[in-house]
């Protein structure tokens, strides 16, 4: 089944909206912090919640605080529209290993989230009953992509750099390190994961569980997940990973959030009205990266 079938509606109700999430439906918003204004910052501010503002105000740059206000902000209206709980009342706990989870909402039916930020762009991804990692990263060329792949990835991974162009390896570097993040955060168990103990392919994405974690349960055997990838804008490079076999046919997209639209969920009344006006134009759908 093709990934860019998409079955998800919002009705809309004033600045409501209400999202009907399929059961095999992945669903992953990204959003630029570095074209948001002072009054956008304003609206977001208002659905935080004291311990996420404190959070924000302990960052050193001001730009890593803007990606952590835009992100919270992103997640927690997603998660209005799909529960129907206002975005400022709702309530997050940690797990075991630090991963937060909602913390016993109505409306929530199995709703599984994740978000990520980085410099220039944040992401929230939204799916029901299956663990779901995302990540996204800025890809730069002052990093060390040679030296860091072989303290961190797999043999078969650093093997895969190997003789590739100084571009095509970083592009590939970051492809790999975006897909081992997403995985290791729709498990949930943190660092007790190893990062070589499991392998990134690229032609076609996906994961091969390696010797160190087969046999065990929260990481799950190679056709239990299936991963997908994709570049939002030039310079950056989103994962995501869910525990679904790829056969499974789940539905996937990708769509960008403007700061007006996000404004608007948050309450602004000088927000864009009804907000996610690119929900309905479908240009932003994108085909699996299997090929299926």
Not at 127 to 147: A, F, M
Not at 192 to 216: K, V
Request: glycine share 10%; with cysteine.
């Amino acid at each position: 089944m093709s990934s860019w079938v998409f079955k998800s509606e919002w009705s809309r109700g004033g600045r409501n909206l209400v999202l009907s999430l399929g059961h095999d439906e992945i669903l992953v918003w990204f959003f630029r912090p570095d074209i948001v204004e002072d009054r956008h910052l304003a609206a977001f501010g208002q659905v935080l919640d004291d311990a996420e503002r404190a959070r924000a105000g302990r960052f050193h740059f001001p730009e890593d605080s803007r990606s952590y206000c835009c992100a919270h902000a992103l997640g927690r209206c997603v998660l209005q529209a799909a529960t129907g709980v206002p975005a400022r009342d709702i309530r997050f706990r940690d797990n075991a290993h630090g991963k937060p989870e909602l913390d016993g909402e109505p409306g929530v039916s199995g709703l599984r989230f994740n978000l990520s930020h980085t410099r220039g762009l944040v992401c929230c991804g939204i799916t029901r009953n299956r663990d779901l990692g995302v990540d996204v990263e800025c890809v730069s060329r002052d990093v060390d992509v040679d030296d860091l792949a072989r303290r961190v990835f797999a043999p078969e991974e650093v093997a895969s750099l190997q003789g590739l162009a100084e571009e095509a390896r970083c592009e590939a570097f970051y492809s790999i390190w975006v897909l081992k993040e997403a995985y290791t955060k729709a498990v949930g168990r943190g660092l007790s994961i190893p990062l070589d103990g499991f392998s990134i392919r690229l032609d076609p994405p996906c994961i091969e569980i390696g010797a160190l974690l087969r046999g065990d349960p929260d990481a799950g055997s190679t056709d239990e997940w299936d991963v997908r990838l994709m570049h939002p804008m030039p310079g950056y490079v989103l994962a995501a990973a869910v525990r679904a076999a790829p056969g499974d046919g789940m539905l996937y997209r990708f769509c960008e959030m403007t700061p007006d639209a996000l404004a608007s969920l948050c309450g602004d009344p000088d927000g864009e009205e009804g907000g996610l006006p690119i929900l309905d134009g479908g240009q932003d759908i994108l085909p699996n990266m299997h090929g299926g």
